[in-house]
């Protein structure tokens, strides 16, 4: 099993010097995530640095009535920064990470995630560029929703996924509502205009993107 292990996360995580790769297969866990299971939920307390190794994660904010705020999206290859940060501190967590597709994590030890940072120049190297990439995107969210009219937004809504997932957008028109803030009928409403646009076409289970960039 942790040869198994090893192999991906040599795979997913190439830039992780061989002994690091190691001792990740020999003291984390692996963990399979079902279609909408949370990994990460609010005011937890995290005991583990989470590494995506398969799926989709989508991170976001929940207020008290429930609405999702989506702030990114972590794909095999990610680590959640987040989860970093906490088990670093020990402190609970601000957001919720929940599987878009069944998805694959590997959880590593809190405590050795701050000891490999002293003993693997990799693994210093690999939390501070997730650190940047994940800040980076959320002042791309931050700005989208400062900035930018609904319609721009659900187009930058859609290049993200885009980039993460390919071409079918598996998402109703309430998941997308929910994400932006928004209610079915008006985003139903833009989808519908991108579509006579050539932007998209709009399937029964999900919208294929064409040409996000015609707009």
Known sequence: MEQETKVVIQQKFRHLEDALATEISQESVIRQLEEGENVLQTGQFIRSTILVSDGLLKVYREDEEGNEFLMYYLQPGDACALSIMCTLRNDQSGIKARAVVPSEVILIPAHLTEVWLGKYK??????????????????????????????????????????????????????????????????????????????????????????????
Request: aromatic share 10%.
């Open 122 to 215: 990799t693994w210093n190297h690999f939390v501070i560029s997730s650190y940047r990439q994940r800040f980076e995107e959320l002042l791309q969210t931050l700005d989208s929703v400062a900035f930018k009219a609904l319609d721009e937004r659900l187009l930058f809504y859609l290049k993200r996924y885009q980039e993460v997932q390919g071409r079918e957008v598996k998402l109703s028109h309430q998941q997308i509502a929910d994400d932006l803030n928004s209610s079915r009928e008006v985003i139903s409403r833009l989808l519908k205009k991108l579509e006579q646009q050539g932007a998209v076409i709009l399937h029964r289970n999900y919208i294929e993107a064409l040409n996000l960039d015609i707009i």
